[in-house]
Nanobody, 115 residues
Framework: QVQVVESGGGLVQQGGSLRLSCLVSGGSLSSYMMDWFRQAPGKERELVAFITDSGRTRYADSVKGRFTISKDNAKNTVYLQMNSLKPEDTAVYSC?????????WGQGTQVTVSS
């Protein structure tokens, strides 16, 4: 059974940084495309960044230059380093481990950026 668990969220001031972690258990990280999504109250879920099994990355325009996605296959963990945070980055951030047939989701972690 694949499980995905996010951690690292919290309250931070505008301009600050946070690093989110996403631990995948029950499967090898190298088997999945890993995505970070976020959803703010009253808004649709947004794809923030992804990293493929080969390490290719892509970012939403709203976070380019500020966020960095990375992974450590040995630790089965994906990271989202978030710098220069803005109040509009406030959301629940969720991690997804995706195969061709299924997405495994975590429970999400709250990120709140105060102005």
């Amino acid at each position: 059974q694949v499980q995905v668990v996010e951690s690292g969220g919290g309250l931070v001031q505008q301009g600050g940084s946070l690093r989110l972690s996403c631990l995948v258990s029950g499967g090898s990280l190298s088997s999945y495309m890993m995505d970070w999504f976020r959803q703010a109250p009253g808004k649709e879920r947004e794809l923030v960044a992804f990293i493929t099994d080969s390490g290719r990355t892509r970012y939403a325009d709203s976070v380019k230059g500020r966020f960095t996605i990375s992974k450590d296959n040995a630790k089965n963990t994906v990271y989202l380093q978030m710098n220069s945070l803005k109040p509009e980055d406030t959301a629940v951030y969720s991690c997804s481990a995706a195969t061709q047939f299924h997405n495994y989701w975590g429970q999400g972690t709250q990120v709140t950026v105060s102005s």
